[in-house]
Structures are given as structure tokens and as C-alpha cells.
């Protein structure tokens, strides 16, 4: 079985958001789509460790925020890479209203949002899948929605290339040092006139 087959999967990005008491809080997600249509249906998965997803199973309650291909690679690292648990995401955060049911969506760099009410829950193991009813919906802009292979190839910063090691060999007499990735055999130091034994080769971060 070749399980790279996986990644033939195309997805979307959302930031998905939940409220309990005083406190917002939200995560990105790509695992929301609409599974029925009479009667209408969307589900999540949420990962089982996600603070968004206790929020979830307490309240039965979240907002689907539908993030557009400007959203800067910042939006997926602020809602993507840290806990509600540990920090207040919504403290220092400018882009965001509340919806009707009282639970906040992201409008910045969204195209539209979704108010939905839990039906089910079911224990993956890893996550958990919420189905749910939808109780509001909004369009925000006809912006194109951003996809998970966009956020993969344009908006995810690329590991910077491992810079090439140049290689020099240098006359331990004298210091003079010679460019190049080998030292010929009979090489003469031009400035103590000593052999090539007498030199060390040195790589140096290009
Ligand atoms: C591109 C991307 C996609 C993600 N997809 C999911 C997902 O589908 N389900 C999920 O539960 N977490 C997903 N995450 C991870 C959560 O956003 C992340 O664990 C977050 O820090 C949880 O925050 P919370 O503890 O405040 O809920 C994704 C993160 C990124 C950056």
C-alpha cells in the first residue's frame, strides 16, 4: 500500500472557532466539508489534544472562518502553531466579529463563514468527528478560497537551501591560501615555495 496516495486528497484551510464563558479561541483546520445537503450537514475533525476541541464537546458550538489564498502565512501560524490553552489567540487580534451565536470569525483574509450546532460526535482515536447542523451562514468576499496544496507551495515559508561548502587549501608555512575543490599533486606555494604536503584543506560555509 502507498500511502503517499493520501496526499492526492485536496482540502481546504479554515480557522475553526469555539466560545466557553469569557474565553474565544480558534485553530486552523483543514477537515470541513459539507457531507449532506437534505437535511444539511458539515462535519470537522478536530484533533483530540486541540483545546478547541474540549471547547467543542463542552458547547456544541463553533464558527467555520473560510480563509482565502491572501491570508499571510502569520493567520495559519497564529491560530496554527500555538494552544488556547497556553495563550489568549483573540488578545491581541484585530480581524475578527462575533456571529449571532455569540462565537467569534475570523473576517480578515476570510470569504465567508459558518455558525453550526453539534449533532454528533464520534471518537477516532486521533480526533474527534463532530457532524453538525448549520444555524448561520455569511458570504464576505468572492475571493478565491485558499487550498491546502496553495498554503504548501506559495504561503509556507521554504527551508532556506543548505548553503555550499567551498573548499580552500591552505599553506600551513605561510598562510596563502588556494582556491579550488583539489590541490594538484606537484602545486608550489607561490609565496614560501613549500609542497603541496604542507597545505590543509579547509571547507568554508559558502
Ligand atoms: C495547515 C494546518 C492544518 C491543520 N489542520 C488541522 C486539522 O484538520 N484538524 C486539527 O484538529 N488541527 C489541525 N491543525 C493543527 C491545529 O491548528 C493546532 O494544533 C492548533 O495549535 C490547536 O490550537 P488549540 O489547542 O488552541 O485548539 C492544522 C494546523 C495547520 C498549520
Redesign the pocket.
Known amino acids: 500500500m502507498d500511502k503517499t496516495a493520501l496526499y492526492k486528497l485536496g482540502?481546504g484551510?479554515?480557522v475553526?472557532t469555539?466560545r466557553e464563558g469569557d474565553k474565544d479561541?480558534?485553530?486552523?483546520?483543514?477537515?470541513?466539508i459539507q457531507v449532506a445537503s437534505d437535511p444539511l450537514r458539515i462535519a470537522?475533525?478536530?484533533?483530540?489534544?486541540?483545546?478547541?476541541?474540549?471547547?467543542i464537546k463542552r458547547t456544541g458550538q463553533f464558527n467555520i472562518s473560510c480563509l482565502t489564498q491572501s491570508a499571510p502565512f502569520g493567520t495559519?501560524?497564529h491560530?496554527?502553531?500555538?494552544?488556547?490553552?497556553?495563550?489568549d489567540?483573540f488578545a491581541d487580534w484585530s480581524g475578527a466579529q462575533r456571529a449571532e451565536n455569540g462565537i467569534l470569525y475570523v473576517s480578515d483574509n476570510t470569504n465567508g463563514y459558518l455558525s453550526c450546532r453539534v449533532l454528533s460526535s464520534t471518537d477516532l482515536g486521533s480526533?474527534t468527528l463532530f457532524v453538525a447542523e448549520l444555524t448561520d451562514a455569511a458570504v464576505l468576499s468572492d475571493e478565491i478560497s485558499v487550498t491546502?496544496a496553495y498554503?504548501?507551495s506559495d504561503i509556507?515559508p521554504k527551508p532556506r537551501p543548505k548553503t555550499q561548502k567551498k573548499v580552500v587549501y591552505i599553506c600551513k608555512v605561510c598562510g596563502y591560501v588556494y582556491e579550488g575543490d583539489q590541490l594538484p599533486e606537484d602545486f608550489i606555494c607561490p609565496l614560501c615555495h613549500h609542497t603541496a604536503d604542507d597545505f590543509e584543506r579547509v571547507e568554508l560555509d559558502g
Open positions: 482540502y484551510l479554515y475553526l469555539a479561541n480558534g485553530c486552523i483546520i483543514n477537515t470541513a470537522i475533525s478536530v484533533i483530540n489534544a486541540n483545546y478547541t476541541c474540549d471547547m495559519f501560524s491560530f496554527g502553531f500555538s494552544s488556547g490553552r497556553d495563550t489567540k480526533h491546502y498554503y504548501q509556507k
